[in-house]
């Protein structure tokens, strides 16, 4: 089942965030209170749980859901494979995939914990066309 394990928020850019019970996810803006946050073409970021699993493979431990400051981690859908312009219905939310990967800046606090970042190779970003909540165990669906 294609899901959302995680929701994740942080105060400051360039940090991991921390899992939330539950997000709000708001039209030309993302994650409700997210420092990304903001009325641009990466307003909600997500990566999946098998992206996480390779830096974990390379014996990096302590990783967990927000640790490569996504806002949503996922399972069961090969995010960077999703062509720019795809819908996904997520929770109450309806997102638009507005690009994938994105160049890693320096001196990144997700880079110096984890000394590889997976989020600028297989992380990719929306933006939100429908407000709503989600949680995790919310399904992702592909809509068009």
């Known amino acids: 089942m294609t899901k ?9 850019k360039g940090e991991p965030k921390q899992t939330i019970a539950k ?7 993302g994650l409700q209170g997210d420092a990304h946050a903001a009325n641009w073409h990466r307003q909600v970021s997500l990566l999946g ?17 927000g640790s490569f400051a996504e806002n949503l981690t996922t ?4 995010l960077y494979e999703l062509p720019i312009g795809t819908k996904l219905m997520i929770g109450e939310t309806l997102m638009e995939v507005t690009q994938i990967g994105k160049e890693c800046h320096m001196g990144c606090a997700i880079r110096q914990k984890t000394g590889d970042c997976v989020m600028p ?3 990719i970003f929306a933006k939100v066309l429908t407000p709503g909540w989600i949680i995790p165990g919310d399904s992702i669906e592909i809509v068009n």
């Open 4 to 12: 959302v394990l995680a929701v994740n928020i942080s105060e400051k």
């Open 23 to 29: 997000g709000y996810f708001e039209v030309n803006n």
């Open 49 to 65: 749980n098998e992206s996480v699993e390779k830096i974990r493979m390379m014996g990096i431990e302590d990783l967990e859901a």
């Open 75 to 78: 399972e069961g859908i090969t």
């Open 121 to 123: 190779r297989e992380g």
